[in-house]
Nanobody, 124 residues
Framework: QAQLVESGGGLVQAGGSLRLSCAAS????????GGWFRQAPGKEREFVAA????????YYGDSVKGRFTISRDNAKNTIYLQMNRVKPEDTAIYYC?????????????????WGQGTQVTVSS
């Protein structure tokens, strides 16, 4: 089974940018859809973005649409989340996930492999 490790989180000012990476090891995820979810303190896990195995199809949560971009490099076995024009309400732990379904999904229960998460904090 693949292991996913997120990196790139940290502290950023509102309006700034951050790029998260999700590197897979153990097996390739090039045939899997990938997704990013986030969870803020006291809130439920929220869908952020998803990408099909080819990278041709992408999906975004309403709160990040137009600001965040999901992408992947299958040669590097890595999925990315480019976060632009960040807001304080983007503060959360961000998790990447891989799904056996190659098309991508908005739903967390359709992902079977998860990373440990990376903290993103946006200051106002």
């Amino acid at each position: 089974q693949a292991q996913l490790v997120e990196s790139g989180g940290g502290l950023v000012q509102a309006g700034g940018s951050l790029r998260l990476s999700c590197a897979a090891s153990g097996r390739t995820i090039s045939n899997n859809a990938g997704g990013w979810f986030r969870q803020a303190p006291g809130k439920e896990r929220e869908f952020v973005a998803a990408i099909s195995w080819t990278g041709f199809s992408t999906y975004y949560g309403d709160s990040v649409k137009g600001r965040f971009t999901i992408s992947r490099d299958n040669a590097k076995n890595t999925i990315y989340l480019q976060m632009n024009r960040v807001k304080p309400e983007d503060t959360a732990i961000y998790y990447c996930a891989a799904s056996e379904d190659p098309t991508g999904s908005y739903f967390a229960n359709e992902y079977d492999t998860w990373g440990q998460g990376t903290q993103v904090t946006v200051s106002s």
